[in-house]
């Protein structure tokens, strides 16, 4: 009797050093992710299937098909599968607590004294699969109405189209629930139904607010239109050289109004001998006026 057959297993891809350097200096040029050595296996776990499913046979191969790619959708690919997407709603509680203590009662007063209008523009820059925004949308929504004149207005940028079309969908699985203060949750979500059970949906109010934008801080342009009151880029500058954080922080502050807020993630800090800011509580830079 033969024995049954199995399917053999797929060979394991060796990436070598001299290819790995080369896709370190790609990922660097065009996104600004500097990769450390410890890396290596990161990058061969998450590049593996896609050199298989192309049909290569090696990581050197499917440089040469990246860079060989005019269109450039291989690299956005490429991009996808290195980025890292992790985010939570409501992360890092306290900037949100200085954002409804101090942020939003001195947007109140400076509007009832005639010296700004009802409009605030928010930047979320990195913001994954959008649990950032969204949480930025139901604090701002419920603090500043729009029966009181109110109009919140939220650009959200991220390099991974991955990540983009799940913020869009503003669906995430019910356990998240958990992470959001039960008046907002009640307030701005809603609970799927028939083949969405198990699931959660951004209401309508929320969805409005926000834009999503596909967006490399390393090029240019950057979002356009007004300034922005208030920038957050936490937990992505950790992945840049301290030359191309420098760069992408000057960018940022550009599109920030004087005396605007720039909120970085909690590994993160900014160098104010360099940057004209000044710190006003952990992580929470003000822009210089003059």
Not at 137 to 161: F, K, N, Y
Request: a positive charge; proline letters at 7%; glycine letters at 8%.
């Amino acid at each position: 009797m033969t024995a049954p057959s199995h399917p053999a297993a797929p060979r394991v891809l060796e990436l070598h050093g001299s290819t790995f350097a080369r896709l370190r200096a790609l990922l660097l040029e065009r996104a600004g992710i500097s990769l450390g050595d410890a890396k290596r296996p990161l990058v061969v776990g998450r590049l593996s299937r896609r050199v298989r499913e192309l049909g290569l046979s090696s990581f050197d191969a499917y440089y040469e098909r990246v860079i060989g790619d005019a269109s450039g959708a291989e690299l956005v690919r490429l991009l996808d599968m290195i980025a890292t997407n992790e985010t939570s709603f409501f992360r890092e509680p306290a900037q949100f607590e200085f954002l409804q203590h101090r942020l939003v009662p001195s947007w109140r007063e400076d509007a009832e004294a005639g010296l700004r209008g009802r409009h605030v523009r928010v930047w979320s820059a990195g913001c994954s699969t959008g649990q950032e925004p969204v949480s930025l949308a139901m604090a701002l929504l419920d603090a500043l109405p729009a029966d009181d004149g109110w109009r919140v207005e939220i650009v959200a940028t991220d390099l991974s189209t991955r990540a983009l079309a799940q913020a869009a969908s503003a669906t995430w699985p019910i356990e998240r629930a958990r992470q959001i203060p039960p008046h907002l949750l009640k307030r701005f979500m809603l609970r799927g139904t028939g083949p969405q059970t198990g699931s959660m949906r951004a209401g309508p109010e929320v969805r409005a607010a926000i834009t999503y934008e596909r967006l490399n801080l390393v090029e240019d342009p950057y979002p356009a239109g007004a300034p922005f009151d208030l920038v957050l880029c936490r937990n992505v500058l950790i992945y840049f050289t301290p030359e191309g954080r420098r760069a992408v922080v000057e960018r940022l502050l550009r599109h920030l109004a004087p005396g605007g807020h720039f909120l970085l993630g909690h590994a993160e800090s900014l160098d104010l001998r360099t940057h004209r800011a000044r710190s006003v509580a952990p992580n929470v830079y003000r822009r210089e006026t003059r």
